[in-house]
């Protein structure tokens, strides 16, 4: 039973435009959503997060947008860069020590954004 | 400043062979956790620490084996390695103050059980 869905394994964007990576969850215990980014060889990177009393965070080019009601996050990047080229993964936490992540974060399978130029 | 450093990076075993990878953070942080990557899996949760001498299981825990002795170091072990266990491992640390869940990963280690 897959908690974390990222439904789209991949998404070509043009250079300058805007990006949208979606992704959903079906536990209502998860109270803080993360993004990582991960290049081939090497390890994921953290790129953004949100806590679930927020709908909004925004940080430079980066902006994740929580619906709470509708299980729903997605992350925009505006604009486009060629080194955002990656593999971006969705990422939720539930435990006790949660925001730190400490009991585990449950990821999505990932979408491999493509900037074309 | 290293960061998350995982060892080996890449590793070759046979069927029933038994090996460990090493995990060593030099930024103090409490919490330490080890992660599968396979093929359009994303990364599942192995087992977990939150502390010296603390661990926990996580999603995928059979087969392996961890300790936490020190805060530095949370290694992981294969009991006796199957070819399910072909993977890209990766070892993450976090701590407790931090205001963004975010977790550090280290470079990963790519595991070949033939």
């Known amino acids: 039973d897959q908690q974390v869905k990222q439904n789209s394994p991949s998404l070509s964007v043009q250079e300058g435009r805007i990006s949208i990576l979606n992704c959903d969850y079906t536990?209502?215990?998860?109270?803080?959503f993360l993004w990582y980014k991960k290049y081939p060889a090497e390890g994921p990177t953290f790129l953004i997060s949100i806590s679930s009393i927020k709908d909004k965070n925004e940080d430079g080019r980066f902006t994740v947008f929580l619906n709470k009601s509708a299980k729903h996050l997605s992350l925009h990047i505006v604009p486009s860069q060629p080194g955002d080229s990656a593999v971006y993964f969705c990422a939720a936490s539930d435990g006790e020590y949660s925001g730190g992540g400490a009991d585990g974060l449950t990821f999505g399978k990932g979408t491999h954004l493509i900037i074309q130029p | 400043n290293a960061g998350v450093t995982q060892t080996p990076k890449f590793q070759v075993l046979k069927t029933g062979q038994s090996m460990t990878l090493q995990c060593a953070q030099d930024m103090n942080h409490e919490y330490m956790s080890w992660y599968r990557q396979d093929p359009g899996m994303g990364l599942r949760l192995i087992h977990y620490?939150?502390?010296?001498?603390?661990?926990d299981q996580g999603e995928v825990p059979n087969g392996y084996n961890v300790s936490r002795s020190t805060t530095e170091d949370f290694p992981l072990r294969l009991l006796s390695a199957a070819p399910s266990q072909t993977s890209v491992y990766f070892c993450a640390s976090s701590y407790s103050g931090s205001n963004t869940g975010e977790l550090f990963f280290g470079e990963g280690s790519r595991l070949t059980v033939l």
């Open positions: 536990n209502s215990m998860f109270d803080y």
């Open positions: 620490s939150v502390g010296a001498g603390i661990t």
